[in-house]
T-cell receptor, first 115, second 116 residues
Framework: NAGVMQNPRHLVRRRGQEARLRCSPM?????VYWYRQLPEEGLKFMVY????????ESGMPKERFSAEFPKEGPSILRIQQVVRGDSAAYFCASSQRTTSPGELFFGEGSRLTVL | AQTVTQSQPEMSVQEAETVTLSCTYD???????LFWYKQPPSRQMILVIRQEAYKQQNATENRFSVNFQKAAKSFSLKISDSQLGDAAMYFCAYRSSGGSNYKLTFGKGTLLTVNP
């Protein structure tokens, strides 16, 4: 039973380019969460999605960032016109349900470096 | 808003010894969940242990145990018989049992070194 799969593991972009990070949740999980880990920091919540719906995007920067979880395929975190401050590790997690004590399963993260 | 504070940026322990990692949190809620996650160099977040606030008994998972002091809002992690594989970044995290119960609030982490 594969865990949460994220790709790419490492991504290098130049300022102004676009970054796309993909996340396939665990089998049977319909809830996906994205977290960002800046250097020397803990993970911070960005967005919570269910299939075809954004439930809570309160942690997403207002501009350049978007997320989707289509009916078919992985969840995508998209960062347009990247800047150096976007350099971070982006983690995806999934769960079967949100009611406690549902557990979140994390992927190995995607490390974005902006040159 | 809830906050989680880990006051020890780094800790070290000798192999086979015991170490305690500190965590305090701030919340106005009475029911919630607390977690310790381990992040080894591979960067994957691994759940170590979980505590429900309504349970008075401290959680235990093999060599890992917690000291949960609800009144003091303290949630420390004790690692007994430390092993080289325990070396990692450890994050304390809080999760509400109420409305936004899908959000984890993390501390900044404690880097644990295990010396042979």
């Amino acid at each position: 039973n594969a865990g949460v799969m994220q790709n790419p593991r490492h991504l290098v972009r130049r300022r102004g380019q676009e970054a796309r990070l993909r996340c396939s949740p665990m089998k049977g999980h319909s809830h996906v969460y994205w977290y960002r880990q800046l250097p020397e920091e803990g993970l911070k919540f960005m967005v919570y999605l269910q299939k075809e719906n954004i439930i809570d995007e309160s942690g997403m920067p207002k501009e350049r960032f978007s997320a989707e979880f289509p009916k078919e395929g992985p969840s995508i975190l998209r960062i347009q016109q990247v800047v150096r401050g976007d350099s971070a590790a982006y983690f995806c997690a999934s769960s079967q349900r949100t009611t406690s004590p549902g557990e979140l399963f994390f992927g190995e993260g995607s490390r974005l470096t902006v040159l | 808003a809830q906050t989680v504070t880990q006051s020890q940026p780094e800790m070290s322990v000798q192999e086979a010894e015991t170490v305690t990692l500190s965590c305090t949190y701030d919340t106005s809620e009475s029911d919630y969940y607390l977690f310790w996650y381990k992040q080894p160099p591979s960067r994957q977040m691994i759940l170590v242990i979980r505590q429900e606030a309504y349970k008075q008994q401290n959680a235990t998972e093999n060599r890992f145990s917690v000291n949960f002091q609800k009144a003091a809002k303290s949630f420390s992690l004790k690692i007994s018989d430390s092993q080289l594989g325990d070396a990692a970044m450890y994050f304390c995290a809080y999760r509400s049992s109420g409305g936004s119960n899908y959000k984890l609030t993390f501390g900044k982490g404690t880097l644990l070194t295990v010396n042979p």
